[in-house]
Nanobody, 117 residues
């Protein structure tokens, strides 16, 4: 299983980052993929999803600021984040849409995004 997220870092409020996540072929090709995040002391939450055809849905808190895309040839999903806010600070993960309900799901290390005020 490969769920390798990268691209995180420290940015100022209003800044931008682009996260990438390389996924195992078996997982990537047959699933709706999702980006998740887990802020310090909080539960992991869904940020948005993307279908195999590229349709996306994002949670209200990031609509208009974040964009999800995928490159099927590279087994990679992306999260373009703009107008970042301190409340976006979290470890970001990618996984299948159903992983959040699977207590045995493998999550990988994620990538830390820190937004300074």
């Amino acid at each position: 299983v490969q769920l390798q997220a990268s691209g995180g870092g420290l940015v100022q409020t209003g800044g931008f980052l682009r996260l990438s996540c390389v996924v195992s072929t078996k997982i990537f090709s047959s699933n709706v993929m999702a980006w998740y995040r887990q802020a310090p002391g909080k539960q992991r939450e869904v940020v948005g999803i993307i279908t195999s055809s590229g349709s996306t849905e994002l949670v209200d808190s990031v609509k208009g600021r974040f964009t999800i895309s995928r490159d099927n040839a590279k087994n990679t999903v992306y999260l373009q984040m703009t107008s970042l806010k301190p409340e976006d600070t979290a470890v970001y993960y990618c996984n299948t849409m159903h992983a959040i309900a699977d207590i045995k799901a493998y999550w990988g290390q994620g990538t830390l995004v820190t937004v300074s005020s």
